[in-house]
């Protein structure tokens, strides 16, 4: 089988560990079926830009994960690390699309995909982090990414931005009260999350505990959001990555 991909723009080092083997485990990833790039460190070294055709011609499919960055920040505000990383991101999806490539944006990978497809994102739906319940729409009950999983379930969130529009070719898979747009399609095979079907309990305390002081949650709060952390109930959403890599699995 060829490996799927997923693309990392974290700069810590033992964030980023911790989410590739969340990633691995929730979706059900043998040894070696799942490989890496670190987008932030390639492009900080000052190597050349991906050749993004062939990188995808040796992957299933591709999976961006969660990020400091937030794409709806005004321009002026993000450094040329952040700006050269949506670049990269962009001229991704362009190839992505354009070979209707599989792809799996989730949290971060929500705002580049929208943002590609000439969505709105801002802070008007952004959600403190925590367990929050969504549900799943009708076109939702049937997209082959959402098999198995509950009408009604609990997921993680904790994001600043989120879709405020979607364009008109895009198709709602999951919503929630707080924040509307919770999971896309657009085309056939190209989905985003606001949830983090990557994450577990322990994958989510940790990274409250470095991102701290990245205005995610109150930190006087802090003692009573692990509390509820480590108290909720979240087995849905790990099904839609594991559907990802059941559906899009090739040799």
Not at 67 to 93: I, Y
Not at 136 to 157: H, K, N, S, Y
Not at 178 to 188: H, N, T
Request: proline share 6%.
């Amino acid at each position: 089988m060829l490996p799927f991909l997923l693309i990392q723009t974290r700069a810590d080092d033992p964030v980023a560990a911790d989410e590739l083997r969340s990633t691995t485990e929730l979706g059900g990833f043998a040894p070696g079926e799942l490989t890496t790039l670190r987008l932030d460190r390639a492009l900080a070294a000052g190597g050349p830009a991906p050749d993004w055709a062939a990188v995808l011609a040796g992957h299933s499919g591709v999976i961006v994960g969660g990020s400091p960055f937030n794409s709806s920040d005004p321009e002026e505000s993000k450094s040329g690390l952040q700006l050269a990383v949506e670049a990269e991101l962009g001229r991704l999806l362009d190839v992505v699309m354009a070979r209707d490539v599989p792809f799996l944006g989730a949290c971060y990978g929500i705002g580049t995909l929208g943002l590609h497809q000439g969505a709105r994102v801002d802070s008007t739906y952004g959600e403190p982090a925590g367990a929050v319940t969504l549900h799943v729409t009708e076109a939702g009950r049937q997209d082959p990414l959402l098999a198995g999983v509950a009408p009604w379930f609990t997921a993680f969130v904790g994001h600043k931005e989120a879709i405020r529009t979607l364009p008109e070719d895009a198709v709602v898979l999951v919503a929630g009260e707080a924040c509307p747009v919770q999971m896309f399609r657009i085309g056939a095979h190209q989905y985003a999350t606001q949830f983090h079907p990557e994450l577990d309990v322990d994958g989510l305390l940790y990274r409250l505990e470095i991102y701290a002081d990245h205005g995610y949650y109150d930190p006087a709060e802090a003692e009573e959001l692990f509390a509820r952390v480590r108290t909720a109930t979240v087995s849905e959403p790990r099904k839609v990555l594991a559907n990802f890599r059941r559906r899009y699995a090739r040799g």
